[in-house]
């Protein structure tokens, strides 16, 4: 069974900074997406950032230049470095396991808040 375990997340005024770490554990495939989604009260929830175990990263426009994703060498831990952080990215974040194709695993959130 795979779980992702989150940690990371807090109150930070605007213009700050925080990072957020996921771990990964149980069987899970080394070629795999890990990433960051966000929700808000009354929205979907939407990508933040994503990192293929490969190289390749993708990120949300609004957060383009202020956030960078990192993974390790195990491919089991994603980091998401936040810088500049505004209001509009408080919500709660979502650590992301998949393959590409329908399955996917969730961590149970973390919430942060960017608020003077």
């Known amino acids: 069974q795979v779980q992702l375990v989150e940690s990371g997340g807090g109150l930070v005024q605007p213009g700050g900074s925080l990072r957020l770490s996921c771990a990964a554990s149980g069987s899970i495939i080394r070629n795999n997406f890990m990433g960051w989604y966000r929700q808000t009260p009354g929205k979907q929830r939407e990508l933040v950032a994503h990192s293929f175990s490969g190289g390749t990263t993708k990120y949300a426009d609004s957060v383009k230049g202020r956030f960078t994703i990192s993974r390790d060498n195990t491919m089991r831990t994603v980091l998401l470095q936040m810088n500049s952080l505004k209001p509009e990215d408080t919500g709660v974040y979502y650590c992301?396991?998949?393959?590409?194709?329908?399955?996917?695993?969730w961590g149970q959130g973390t919430q942060v808040t960017v608020s003077s």
């Open positions: 992301n396991l998949n393959y590409g194709g329908t399955t996917q695993y």
